[in-house]
């Protein structure tokens, strides 16, 4: 049953977190939804970090390009799954797919564990499936609340993905040197089953309170989006099993045009776009030197696993408390422009010290800002946008703006690094060269705030009446 309003337990969450009685089952499940999300994705993070290193730093452009070719084909695939798959099974199957992959990592490290290649393969496939799992638990949000409940709930349930992203690389620093890397990935894949549980749940979550009338949105999840493309009268006549496959090939081409069409007929989708891409502009900048510094410093891949994951822990220590209890309300205070606009003014001011200190520490605070100020108000700002939109913009246009858009992004910015570097540009130029980024990045984080302000009528003061009585 929901709590009461007179529940003490609800007046908490009402008051400290403006969270509604009627929600508070859902906005739970969401919460620990991403905690597991994240929490298993995180034990991951500092492994891959560790395998690009053992790689390479200088050779990092290879495996941006792998996980950016990796990416054009995962993202026409989901878009065709989504076509095919009733959402309400097709979520909680994306997670039992990684699962199983990676258990096949797994075995693959355990026979040739000083492989580069293996190292190679594992660096771009988790790098593709973490902008496909986030994209997906976002999309599913969009579709469990509607704008102004995300106002209120985004940070809230962001914070229990920053738990799961503090708990991840903390357990992966402190076991590493007991149980070795390849364990990890096993506790990392139980992560994973968990959260094919808490999303089954959710789906039922929201089928009670659409019956019950409480569910603000008027989608569902027992249908794919949109229904499958008739299949055309001069395939059919193609011999034996050819017809099927050729049936097979076209829809996925087709769900990826669908996704590109959509993003490209809409400005305001195109200006989200615009977000992501300077937003990892930035992101690789600060990542790359990252990598190369510390691969200078820590001479090991089990030291290097540590380093990478220490610095996940400084990130997500900081950003849960700004999440839980400050994010809903800023934004509910000043609008959803100053949440767009507060990561990349905080960066020309992180590029500007990295300038003039091209030292380790000096990196990793400006690294550490860009995390926090991104995890704890750009991203739940940004998620907010996709509220707007229709039902199959917020699965396939998403889809491609958090997978193509964003790891196009990381492949540009490294290959313009390497090509700033042939060139005789320091750290200190590329430094500047951030500053300048951030710079349009601001300007189109203005732009944008502008359009969803004006798509939904929301300026000034966003808070809910009760928080602006208390």
Same mark, same amino acid.
């Given at each position: 049953?929901?709590?009461?309003?007179?529940?003490?337990?609800?007046?908490?969450?009402?008051?400290?977190?403006?969270?509604?009685?009627?929600?508070?089952?859902?906005?739970?499940?969401?919460?620990?939804?991403?905690?597991?999300?994240?929490?298993?994705?995180?034990?991951?993070?500092?492994?891959?970090?560790?395998?690009?290193?053992?790689?390479?730093?200088?050779?990092?452009?290879?495996?941006?390009?792998?996980?950016?070719?990796?990416?054009?084909?995962?993202?026409?695939?989901?878009?065709?799954?989504?076509?095919?798959?009733?959402?309400?099974?097709?979520?909680?199957?994306?997670?039992?797919?990684?699962?199983?992959?990676?258990?096949?990592?797994?075995?693959?490290?355990?026979?040739?564990?000083?492989?580069?290649?293996?190292?190679?393969?594992?660096?771009?496939?988790?790098?593709?499936? !973490?902008?496909?799992?986030?994209?997906?638990?976002?999309?599913?949000?969009?579709?469990?609340?509607?704008?102004?409940?995300?106002?209120?709930?985004?940070?809230?349930?962001?914070?229990?993905?920053?738990?799961?992203?503090?708990?991840?690389?903390?357990?992966?620093?402190?076991?590493?040197?007991? #149980?070795?890397?390849?364990?990890?990935?096993?506790?990392?894949?139980?992560?994973?089953?968990?959260?094919?549980?808490?999303?089954?749940?959710?789906?039922?979550?929201?089928?009670?309170?659409?019956?019950?009338?409480?569910?603000?949105?008027?989608?569902?999840?027992?249908?794919?989006?949109?229904?499958?493309?008739?299949?055309?009268?001069?395939?059919?006549?193609?011999?034996?099993?050819?017809?099927?496959?050729?049936?097979?090939?076209?829809?996925?081409?087709?769900?990826?045009?669908?996704?590109?069409?959509?993003?490209?007929?809409?400005?305001?989708?195109?200006?989200?776009?615009?977000?992501?891409?300077?937003?990892?502009?930035?992101?690789?900048?600060?990542?790359?030197?990252?990598?190369?510094?510390?691969?200078?410093?820590?001479?090991?891949?089990?030291?290097?696993?540590?380093?990478?994951?220490?610095?996940?822990?400084?990130? !997500?220590?900081?950003?849960?408390?700004?999440?839980?209890?400050?994010?809903?309300?800023?934004?509910?205070?000043?609008?959803?422009?100053?949440?767009?606009?507060? !990561?990349?003014?905080?960066?020309?001011?992180?590029?500007?010290?990295?300038?003039?200190?091209?030292?380790?520490?000096?990196?990793?605070?400006?690294?550490?800002?860009?995390?926090?100020?991104?995890?704890?108000?750009?991203?739940?700002?940004?998620?907010?946008?996709?509220?707007?939109?229709?039902?199959?913009?917020?699965?396939?246009?998403? !889809?491609?703006?958090?997978?193509?858009?964003?790891?196009?992004?990381?492949?540009?910015?490294?290959?313009?690094?390497?090509?700033?570097?042939?060139?005789?540009?320091? #750290?200190?130029?590329?430094?500047?060269?951030?500053?300048?980024?951030?710079?349009?990045?601001?300007?189109?984080?203005?732009?944008?705030?502008?359009?969803?302000?004006?798509?939904?009528?929301?300026?000034?003061?966003?808070?809910?009446?009760?928080?602006?009585?208390?």
């Amino acid at each position: 049953m929901t709590p009461s309003a007179s529940h003490p337990f609800s007046r908490f969450f009402k008051h400290a977190a403006l969270i509604e009685p009627h929600e508070l089952r859902a906005v739970t499940l969401s919460f620990f939804y991403f905690f597991f999300l994240l929490g298993s994705y995180f034990i991951l993070r500092p492994v891959r970090d560790a395998m690009g290193a053992a790689y390479g730093a200088e050779n990092l452009e290879d495996l941006y390009t792998g996980t950016f070719l990796g990416t054009l084909i995962v993202a026409p695939i989901f878009a065709f799954a989504a076509s095919r798959v009733r959402l309400s099974v097709l979520l909680p199957w994306i997670y039992g797919f990684i699962a199983i992959t990676i258990v096949g990592f797994y075995f693959w490290f355990d026979a040739a564990e000083s492989d580069r290649w293996v190292a190679a393969g594992f660096y771009v496939w988790v790098s593709v499936f !973490n902008m496909l799992i986030t994209s997906v638990f976002w999309s599913f949000m969009a579709d469990l609340f509607s704008r102004t409940q995300a106002k209120r709930l985004y940070a809230f349930m962001a914070a229990g993905g920053s738990f799961g992203a503090l708990l991840g690389p903390m357990m992966t620093a402190l076991l590493v040197s007991r #149980v070795g890397t390849q364990t990890l990935l096993l506790v990392s894949a139980a992560g994973f089953c968990v959260t094919i549980i808490l999303v089954r749940a959710l789906v039922r979550e929201k089928e009670r309170l659409r019956v019950a009338g409480e569910d603000p949105q008027t989608t569902t999840l027992d249908h794919a989006i949109p229904p499958p493309p008739p299949a055309w009268r001069w395939v059919q006549k193609l011999p034996g099993k050819l017809a099927p496959l050729v049936t097979w090939f076209f829809a996925i081409v087709l769900s990826a045009v669908r996704g590109f069409t959509l993003l490209f007929r809409s400005p305001y989708l195109l200006g989200i776009a615009l977000f992501i891409l300077f937003m990892t502009w930035v992101s690789t900048i600060l990542y790359v030197q990252q990598v190369d510094f510390i691969a200078k410093a820590f001479p090991t891949r089990d030291a290097r696993t540590e380093a990478f994951a220490w610095v996940d822990v400084i990130v !997500n220590t900081l950003t849960i408390g700004i999440q839980f209890f400050g994010t809903g309300r800023l934004v509910a205070r000043f609008g959803v422009r100053a949440g767009l606009i507060l !990561n990349p003014l905080l960066m020309i001011a992180g590029f500007l010290a990295v300038a003039f200190s091209p030292v380790l520490m000096v990196l990793l605070g400006a690294q550490i800002i860009r995390r926090v100020s991104e995890y704890a108000v750009a991203r739940p700002s940004r998620e907010m946008l996709f509220t707007v939109v229709d039902q199959e913009s917020k699965y396939k246009a998403k !889809n491609i703006i958090d997978t193509v858009v964003y790891r196009f992004g990381d492949l540009s910015a490294v290959w313009v690094q390497n090509g700033l570097g042939l060139l005789g540009v320091g #750290v200190v130029g590329i430094a500047m060269y951030g500053v300048g980024v951030c710079a349009v990045w601001a300007w189109v984080a203005t732009r944008l705030g502008r359009r969803y302000e004006n798509a939904t009528g929301d300026h000034a003061n966003l808070r809910p009446a009760h928080a602006a009585a208390e």
